[in-house]
């Protein structure tokens, strides 16, 4: 791709990024009225922090916005076309988010979730990214790998929705995410993933504005499910291809990005799985053990703790920049001992306070 080209390219990338923008931003005051009108609040409860009724309709803005962001930027650009299969992966996000809806609306068992999930995903997810060629290969076997990926699709679609939990947290964490593969498609040159994901940040800039703390609009599952589907979606799609970037840029430097990006709300399901198992609970059943839930019971705002988990998330990048020569393995094992080395620092840590923009420490709870 010439300088000229790339240039051309992120003027279009931009375009397609301002009207899911506009499309988002437009559609959510009309969906806190509509909620308001038809009663479809996310209600309040003994787990949940907020104590008004909220709009659980953010998913229908999410994904009216990228679709349109995807329509508009397939007009303007005629000379680039999205292939059968990505039209096909575009079906797959109406389902997810069609699911999604339904169980905002009438509610499904922990366990009907997962079997639908997994459904969508072995159905409609087949790429042939840096991601699935490394399963394909370690496993030798094309069927053995894809049910395994889908098996880890669904662990990244619902540790995306476990972060809905906080007002701002969720789209936060996948703005962040979805930059990450934005860029990477960008040196990769693939067009259709590339324009999925600048889609995709501009409708989450446009719901985030009314989801920051006091939240004025949730995304609800439909919004959390199509959020993680894509994320998931972009995780095993984006491809690996030699530009010369560096003779140390390989295919398991690209994984290694990859799968530190979904790190933290993977090492969130692995610990709350686990620990709820450990208790004799249900894994499906939530509680307020969520890394989000820990740090404002430390005295964190909303606000505070959306940045210490971002920053968080921001470290694992870097961390998997920095040390590329090491194996993947090692990487994420190091990088899920230093996640629950904090959390453990931060359950024993004394309560805080915010006063005047500063942390204060107001008492000890040991």
Not at 16 to 41: E, G, N, R, T
Not at 147 to 169: E, K, P, R, T, Y
Request: with cysteine.
């Amino acid at each position: 791709m010439s300088y000229f080209d790339l240039n051309v390219s992120l003027v279009f990338y931009f375009l397609a990024f301002l009207v899911s923008l506009l499309v988002s931003f437009y559609f959510m005051p009309i969906l806190i009225k509509a909620a308001d009108k038809f009663k479809l609040y996310d209600l309040p409860n003994e787990r949940k922090i907020h104590s008004d009724f909220i709009s659980s309709l953010g998913g229908v803005g999410i994904y009216f916005s990228v679709m349109i962001g995807l329509f508009v930027s397939r007009l303007l650009t005629p000379d680039q076309h999205f292939d059968s299969s990505f039209y096909f992966i575009l079906l797959g996000m109406t389902v997810i988010f069609i699911n999604g809806l339904g169980d905002d609306l009438f509610g499904y068992t922990a366990k009907q979730k997962f079997f639908i999930q997994f459904a969508i995903c072995f159905a409609f997810i087949d790429s042939r990214g840096a991601i699935q060629i490394y399963f394909e290969e370690l496993f030798n076997s094309y069927l053995l790998s894809r049910i395994f990926l889908s098996i880890g699709l669904v662990a990244v679609i619902n540790s995306v929705n476990l972060l809905d939990g906080i007002d701002g947290l969720a789209a936060s964490i996948g703005i962040f995410i979805t930059f990450v593969f934005f860029v990477l498609n960008i040196i990769h040159g693939n067009y259709p993933l590339t324009i999925l994901s600048v889609s995709l940040l501009g409708a989450l800039g446009g719901f985030l504005y009314f989801n920051f703390n006091p939240a004025k609009i949730f995304m609800g599952d439909s919004g959390s499910l199509l959020l993680g589907f894509i994320i998931a979606l972009l995780a095993i799609s984006t491809p690996y291809r030699n530009y010369s970037i560096s003779i140390y840029y390989t295919k398991l430097h690209v994984i290694s990005i990859i799968l530190s990006v979904l790190a933290f709300p993977i090492f969130e399901v692995v610990r709350l799985f686990f620990t709820r198992i450990m208790s004799g609970k249900s894994p499906f059943i939530g509680d307020r053990n969520h890394l989000h839930h820990i740090l404002v019971d430390k005295g964190f705002n909303q606000m505070g703790a959306v940045l210490v988990l971002l920053l968080i998330n921001f470290l694992f990048v870097v961390f998997a920049i920095t040390v590329f020569q090491l194996p993947i393995a090692l990487l994420l094992t190091l990088e899920f001992l230093g996640y629950l080395a904090f959390v453990f620092l931060l359950k024993r840590s004394s309560v805080l306070s915010f006063s005047s923009g500063m942390l204060t420490k107001i008492r000890d709870k040991d």
